[in-house]
């Protein structure tokens, strides 16, 4: 008897459930596909990676001079999805690295986020450049961002 | 049929002998006066098997423990139909819970004003058994208590928490799961909302003989009010059954899967300024948990004044969450995948590199509790005395790879380490009844714990290298308390006093080189006093005011972008607590249930010296408050409103005020939570349909900073269920 109660109750509940379901799942949220000014990275032929920049919800044409759009910065090489070193002579602290030897503090850690940097050994936040001033928990100076 | 006969005449005696033990012994006359000792009959039926309970639902629950508390009960979950297990403990009186996208899944507890950071000085257990990651070397809460398990939830915060541990700074949040039936049950429930929002479980439960069980599937998924889509599948059963005559043992397996969208930045000011509910800056970032558990606990009754409850349990929870890399600032050389923000606008610019980093790492924990319960008799003065030790060993294995995409799942290993904690604690409590009115519970938990670092493997992107470096550290608390109560069950003032006690994360405690950084574990003082009435049926009320002092609070930093532990230094926190719960319907005899219940909290938590001496901890609110209006007509309609109020905080300890343009400090201004629900049970066909809408007021605010930048809340979000459930009358013992 228990049996054909739950049955008939799941029968039930299916038959009330698909409309709530279809209705519900109609409702899926949206956003703009981009906002005015940002940037995404895009290919250039035989050159540095450029970038095409959002206007009116939509990426532009890739803009391939070399320089980030917006900025003075340089563009990158876009070899590669590394970081390349492109310091004259040996990195300053803080800047991108990928081996000891780029770096004048001649360290090079790997960052959760900023990826390989030039940063020094610490124990103490006195032991940091003064554009970090703190120690942090692996025992290198973090990196401002 | 036999076991039977024999076990009803010695629960009887049992309960007799509980009453006597703390229980007046007389009863006066007067209207407040201690409940009489129960008549010496058959005991009722018997719904909970042996389980762990740090309140319980007996009518004098609240009188036996030794300081504050708070008890959700099954009822207010069903009338609630909560969307995540920190919607329900905003609710209570001096918990701070920080909803977290990705299906309630993960979330933040705090309580009186500790930083409330995936519940890291919150004891949060299951049943009894611990749940967080790793309790003693990393007690962070990524797997979140799955509420749709859930028949209660208690909350215990005075010295009564010394009887749990390690961590006794905070309180103790204990989640009580469904109980296997005395007879067949079922439930099927499906509830769709918008933002994707698909949940479905079935449950069922009998009993076959002297054998019940309980088992419960679920799944839900939706995209995420942040474009964060998330899919989370439970499953776990029960199953309780004798073991002789006098003893029982309960066995629970679960497994737990949540993938989800989980990014680590949030917006920047300036993002936020221009919208709101833009969706999350890192749809690449994921994190997938997985989490299987075993939990036995076993009662034996020896007499009736002494049984003895045997917990052991094991559970693995593997966490692999990939996070796309980015800077705040261009590097010189550097290449990017995307930049949000505005370039041209001071820190407002995300710049996200084409790399990421994946964090792989499982967790394991084994522990065998033997838990003591004797009730005894000594000059006149009624003795219930719990002693109990506690052996736990738990495990971590991190790696930490780079990946050259931001979608990777493999990656170079940068980072290889293992840790390995052994830990053994006691403890003895002892609830003393003096005359009629009067318990006083010393208590003593004595905590020990080694902990082991083995780093395998470290370095940066081209020079990571295979290393073999060790480092052991050990920690050890002494941990009294004591509490008070005074008083009958329906008027009655407590007052207490503990250490809090947390050991140091292994990961500061040693460092990557494997020295021992000879950190010292977390010790604060509590103090508490408050009072309880509950006047008439239907209607309470409770105040506690506390006070807490830490001489060094460990409070959590940032290490560009990387949560860090770091010294926070002296902190003070006092405050002061009021639940209040009337039953109006029942009161003014209107024929159906008319129910208010509110809380307010006044939390004072501020940094004593230092550089911060008076500032606010971070992420906690001066005043937070809570007001529930439910209504249910016999006929089967109910209503709820449900509104909570959380007063302005700041994101660090310098009290920032305004934003520095990235979103990461600055003050959170006040917000205000609006759930309101419908619902009507057709008894005779057992079908419950519910219209329940979060957040009515659709007002988007700032939730947090926390871990990098603007987290929103406060979306509205409408949901339509439909539930069937049945149930067979309740088989009688053999």
């Given at each position: ?12 509940l299916a038959?009330?459930l698909a ?7 109609a ?6 596909r981009?906002?005015?000014?940002e940037?995404?990275?895009?290919d250039?032929?035989g ?23 917006g900025t ?12 390349p ?55 290198v ?5 | 049929?036999?076991?039977?006969l024999l076990?009803?005449?010695l ?9 006597r ?16 000792p ?5 005991p ?10 740090v309140?319980?639902?007996r ?30 403990l ?5 918990v701070?819970?920080r ?5 309630g899944?993960?979330?933040?507890v ?30 962070d ?27 006794t ?6 989640f ?5 039936p ?11 909302g918008?933002?994707?929002y698909?949940r479905a ?6 009993a ?11 799944h839900?998924?939706?995209?995420g ?23 029982e ?10 993938v ?46 002494t049984?003895?409850q045997?917990l ?23 290449v ?26 499982t967790?394991?924990?084994l ?16 003795h219930t ?15 930490q790879?780079q ?5 990777s799942e493999?990656g170079?290993?940068?980072l290889a380490e293992d840790?390995?904690?052994y830990?053994?604690?006691?403890y ?9 009115y ?11 714990a ?21 480092g052991d550290?050990?920690s ?32 500061s405690?040693i460092d990557p ?16 006093v408050?009072?309880?009435l509950?006047?008439y049926?239907g209607v ?8 807490s ?32 719960q009337?039953?109006?319907?029942t ?25 911060n ?12 408050g ?6 249910a ?19 660090d ?22 759930d309101v ?11 419950t ?6 957040n009515?007021?659709?007002?988007v605010?700032?939730q947090s ?5 603007i ?7 409408v ?5 069937y ?10």
């Open positions: 008897m228990r049996w054909w109660k739950l049955t008939l109750g799941a029968v039930t038959g009330a409309p709530t379901l279809g209705a519900t799942t409702c899926r949220s949206t956003g703009p981009c906002y005015d000014g940037l995404v990275a895009c250039c032929d050159g540095p990676q450029g970038y095409a920049t959002c206007a009116a919800e939509q990426y532009g044409a890739c803009d391939c001079s070399g320089k980030i759009p003075d910065a340089a563009a990158g090489d876009g070899s590669s999805g590394k970081p070193a492109t310091c004259d002579a040996k990195c300053p602290f803080g800047a991108a690295c990928t081996k000891n030897e780029d770096c004048a503090t001649n360290l090079c850690n790997q960052y959760d986020k900023l990826g390989g940097r030039c940063t020094v050994a610490c124990k103490v936040p006195g032991d940091c450049p003064p554009e970090s001033n703190k120690c942090g928990g692996k025992g100076c973090q990196i401002p961002q | 049929m036999r076991r039977a076990l009803a005449p629960l009887s005696l049992a309960f007799a002998a509980s009453a033990a703390d229980e007046p012994s007389r009863a006066p006359a007067a209207a407040d006066a201690p409940e009489p129960p008549p010496v009959v058959k009722p039926p018997k719904e909970e098997v042996s389980e762990v309970r309140i319980g639902d009518a004098d629950s609240f009188r036996r423990i030794p300081g504050a508390g708070q008890r959700i009960t099954e009822k207010e979950l069903e009338r609630a139909q909560p969307y995540d297990a920190a919607e329900m905003r609710r209570v009186p001096g701070v819970a909803q977290e996208d990705g299906g899944q993960r979330f933040d705090g309580i009186r004003g500790l930083d409330p950071g995936r519940a890291r000085r919150v004891l949060v257990l299951e049943d009894g058994i611990p749940i967080s990651i790793n309790p003693y070397a990393e007690p809460l990524y797997y979140a208590p799955v509420i749709e398990r859930m028949r209660g939830v208690e909350v215990v915060k005075g010295s009564g928490s010394i009887l749990y541990g390690p961590q700074i905070g309180g103790v949040v204990n009580v799961t469904l109980a296997p005395r007879g067949t049950r079922a439930a099927i429930d499906v509830l769709g918008d933002y994707g698909v479980l079935a449950n069922y439960g009998d076959y003989g002297p054998v019940r069980y309980v088992a419960q599937v679920m839900k998924e939706g995209d009010f942040r474009g964060e889509g998330f899919e989370n599948t439970d499953a776990f059963g029960k199953v309780a059954f004798d073991t002789s005559d006098n003893g043992l309960t066995v629970k397996v679960g497994v737990h899967d949540d989800a969208t989980s990014g680590d930045v949030g917006l920047t000011q300036g993002m936020y300024e221009r919208d709101p509910r833009r969706k999350t800056l890192k749809p690449n970032d994921r994190l997938h948990l997985r989490r299987y558990e075993i939990g036995l606990i076993h009662e034996q009754r020896f007499d009736v004044d049984k003895l045997t052991v349990y094991a559970y693995e929870t593997a966490r692999v969450w990939r996070r796309q890399n980015y800077s705040r600032s261009p590097a010189a050389g550097q990017y995948e995307r930049i949000v923000g505005d370039v041209r606008r001071t820190n407002d610019a995300i710049y996200m590199l084409h790399s990421n980093t994946i964090l792989d790492r967790y394991d924990v522990g065998v509790e033997p838990r003591l319960e004797h009730r005894f008799k000594t000059l006149g003065l009624r005395l719990d002693v109990g030790v506690r052996g736990l060993t738990e495990s971590a294995a991190y790696q790879r990946g050259d995409n931001p979608t493999a170079a290993l940068l840790h390995r904690t830990a053994v604690a006691a003895a409590h002892d609830r003393v009844g003096v005359g009629d009067l318990l006083v519970t010393p208590g003593l938990r004595v905590e020990y080694t902990f082991r670092r083995k780093v395998g493997r470290q370095g940066a992107i081209t020079d990571a290298a295979d290393v073999a470096q060790v550290s050990a050890s608390g002494v941990i009294p308390g004591i509490g008070s109560t005074f008083g009958t069950r329906r008027a009655h003032v407590f007052a207490g006093a503990h250490v809090g006690y947390a050991p140091p994360r292994v990961t405690a080189r494997g020295r021992d950084q000879d950190l010292k574990p977390e010790r604060n003082s509590q103090y508490e408050g009072t309880r509950a006047p049926k309470r009320f409770e105040t506690t005011g506390y006070m002092l830490f001489t060094n609070q460990l409070i959590a930093g940032s290490d560009a972008g990387a949560t860090l532990i770091v010294n926070g230094g002296a902190t003070k926190h006092y405050g002061l607590e009021a639940a209040t009337l039953g109006i319907g009161v003014m005899h209107l024929g159906f249930d008319l129910d208010l219940t509110g809380s307010y909290n006044f939390t004072h938590a501020t940094f004593r010296g230092g550089d001496a008076g500032n606010y901890l971070p992420y906690s609110p001066l005043h937070t809570t007001l529930v209006l439910d209504a007509h016999p006929v089967g309609a109910g209503l709820q409103i449900a509104t909570t109020y959380t007063g302005y905080q700041y994101s300890p310098q009290n920032t005020q305004s934003d520095d343009g990235t979103g990461r400090v600055g003050r959170i201004d006040p917000f205000v939570n609006l629900g419908a619902r009507y049970k057709h008894a005779a066909s057992g079908i349909v519910r219209l329940t809408v979060k009515l007021l659709d007002d605010y700032v900073r926390r871990p990098e930048g987290f929103t809340a406060g979306y509205r979000q949901m339509i269920g439909v539930r459930d049945y149930a067979a009358k309740e088989k009688k013992e053999p």
